[in-house]
């Protein structure tokens, strides 16, 4: 079965650190472009962060400096390395699966995690 | 960066209806366009990819239409699951977008 298992959220105070992970299984997250996208309380869904099939990284404004975003392919796992967190990072992280143009879901997320929750606060 | 403007932000409706979802984007981005369902406390579930292609067991009362900068999500003979909260997102160009969402409730 294709499946995505996100862990590591909680409470962390502001300026704080917490790494997220990602258990994929039924596909490798090397060869597709996979993606951390969150959800304030009560909000829509901003996208975070993807990490290319071939390496390369790109990631939102709003995080770009604090958050690295990585993968071990030996595991099969996806990471979210979150630093100098602030009080607006407070969501619920999902990982997800995109396809670029010539995937089977072409430019979309198919597959999300159940997500993890993520508090900064003091 | 080129933005998604989704509308109505909530919209009320009854089981039998048909409802549609607009999303316009701000510069024209061809048929790279995808929509989701998400219910409350769960993850967002893709309906609709490239604006118009159902994906795989997505019931066909749901449907997409559009290119360049104006799409819609139509979902006809409304089903009790189908009261959700609904996203479009922007594909293909980094960052990607999603809309602000639309509340679909039962009148």
């Known amino acids: 079965e294709v499946q995505l298992v996100e862990s590591g959220g909680g409470l962390v105070q502001p300026g704080g650190s917490l790494r997220l992970s990602c258990a994929a299984s039924g596909f490798t997250v090397y060869s597709t472009y996979m993606n951390w996208v969150r959800q304030a309380p009560g909000k829509g869904l901003e996208w975070v962060s993807v990490l290319f099939s071939a390496g390369s990284t790109f990631y939102a404004e709003s995080v770009k400096g604090r958050f690295t975003i990585s993968r071990d392919n030996s595991k099969n796992m996806l990471y979210l390395q979150m630093n100098s967190l602030r009080t607006e990072d407070t969501a619920v992280y999902y990982c997800?699966?995109?396809?670029?143009?010539?995937?089977?879901?072409?430019?979309?997320?198919?597959?999300w995690g159940q997500g993890t929750m993520v508090t900064v606060s003091s | 960066d080129i933005q998604m403007t989704q509308s109505p932000s909530s919209v009320s409706a009854s089981v039998g209806d048909r409802v549609t979802i607009t999303c316009r984007a701000s510069q024209g981005i061809s048929t790279w366009l995808a929509w989701y369902q998400q219910k409350p406390g769960k993850a967002p579930k893709l309906l609709i990819y490239?604006?118009?292609t159902l994906q795989n067991g997505v019931p066909s009362r749901f449907s997409g239409s559009g290119s360049g900068t104006d799409f819609t999500l139509t979902i006809s003979n409304l089903q009790p699951e189908d009261f959700a909260t609904y996203y479009c997102q922007r594909a293909q160009t980094w960052p990607i977008a999603f809309g602000q969402g639309t509340r679909l409730e039962i009148k």
């Open positions: 490239t604006a118009s």
């Open positions: 997800a699966r995109y396809y670029g143009e010539s995937g089977q879901t072409p430019g979309a997320f198919d597959i």
